[in-house]
């Protein structure tokens, strides 16, 4: 089993930057591809990236790619989101979940075992 607890959200204004963290408990932490989901009020909860469980691989959504970048310490059980150019439109609970599949055709995260408890980013116009 895997526990994950996200952090580093907050409020931001518009064009600035924020790096979101995902600590994981347990010892098989490079047994599971990481990804990140954010939910906005009102709307579908949606993948925005996905890391593999070695790194090598990376799925950005269209509006993350440029802007995001996702990476992992597997030596410190964490996974990490850099957010630049930040957009109100960014603004949601940001999500990481654990999966021990590296999946791209799960936009939802419908089929990831274990989710953090989230942490909300405001992006300020």
């Known amino acids: 089993q895997v526990q994950l607890v996200e952090s580093g959200g907050g409020l931001v204004q518009a064009g600035g930057s924020l790096r979101l963290s995902c600590a994981a408990s347990?010892?098989?932490?490079?047994?599971?591809?990481m990804g990140w989901f954010r939910q906005a009020p009102g709307k579908e909860r949606e993948c925005v990236t996905i890391?593999?469980?070695?790194?090598?691989?990376?799925y950005y959504a269209d509006f993350a790619k440029g802007r995001f970048t996702v990476s992992r310490d597997n030596a410190k059980n964490a996974v990490y989101l850099q957010m630049n150019s930040l957009k109100p439109e960014d603004t949601a609970v940001y999500y990481c979940?654990?999966?021990?599949?590296?999946?791209?055709?799960?936009?939802?995260?419908?089929?990831?075992?274990?989710w953090g408890q989230g942490t909300q980013v405001t992006v300020s116009s």
């Open positions: 979940a654990a999966d021990p599949y590296y999946r791209e055709d799960d936009v939802t995260g419908a089929r990831y075992d274990y």
């Open positions: 347990g010892r098989t932490f490079s047994s599971y591809a």
């Open positions: 890391i593999s469980k070695t790194g090598s691989r990376r």
